[in-house]
């Protein structure tokens, strides 16, 4: 059941320009997102992450933003460098006693110089 | 170093074999995710143990089964394995299991079934 879609798998752009990585669900009941980077041969790493409540949450070069009605988040990065090539997995939970996180296919960013 | 150990990083097997992978979670969390990651397909969630205990299910076939001990590692049982359950594995913890808390991934196992 694919209720994390994140339908563009690869994206280029050019070093010091935006990054924007978009992710769709369709889980009305999540209400709690994430975005992870993955480098080849590692592990998914944390990245940033955003509540229901809010619909923009900024760290740094990232910034998450939510569009509840349209079920509907993006991930930009501003500016891009090199380092950030990565894949870009979004992953969506519900508030509830677990933590059964789903995760979108990833979109691979390239970010050249 | 996420702090989340995996072993094996590789295995090679064949059809219809039986393997365990291993997971040891960061120190001080007590809850381990195991996520499956095939060609081309986002990080599928199998299951998830708090403190030993079993608190969700996804996507786990009956072929697959784990536990996680007293000591709060885990393992990851695959039997009658198949040409599609080559994936890359990963194991995850978290401190506490609650939704919200950020889950820290280990580097993955690498299964291949020929």
């Known amino acids: 059941d694919q209720q994390v879609k994140q339908n563009s798998p690869s994206l280029s752009v050019q070093e010091g320009r935006i990054s924007i990585l978009n992710c769709d669900y369709t889980n009305s009941m999540f209400d709690y997102f994430l975005w992870y980077k993955k480098y080849p041969a590692e592990g998914p790493t944390f990245l940033i992450s955003i509540s229901s409540i809010k619909d923009k949450n900024e760290d740094g070069r990232f910034t998450v933003f939510l569009n509840k009605s349209a079920k509907h988040l993006s991930l930009h990065i501003v500016p891009s460098q090199p380092g950030d090539s990565a894949v870009y997995f979004c992953?969506?939970?519900?508030?509830?006693?677990?933590?059964?996180?789903?995760f979108g296919a990833g979109t691979r960013l390239t970010v050249k110089p | 170093d996420s702090g989340v150990t995996q072993t094996p990083k590789h295995l090679i097997t064949a059809t219809g074999q039986r393997v365990t992978l291993r997971c040891s979670p960061r120190s001080g969390d007590l809850s381990v995710y195991w996520y499956q990651q095939s060609l081309d397909q986002g990080l599928q969630f199998l299951i998830q143990y708090y403190n030993g205990e079993e608190r969700a299910k996804g996507n786990i076939l009956e072929r697959f089964s784990a536990q996680q001990f007293p000591d709060l590692h885990s393992e990851l049982n695959l039997s009658s394995l198949e040409l599609g359950d080559s994936a890359l594995y990963f194991c995850?913890?978290?401190?506490?299991?609650?939704?919200?808390?950020?889950?820290?991934f280990g580097e993955g196992s690498w299964l291949t079934v020929v």
């Open positions: 995850a913890s978290s401190v506490d299991g609650y939704s919200g808390n950020t889950i820290y």
């Open positions: 992953a969506a939970d519900a508030r509830d006693n677990n933590n059964d996180m789903r």
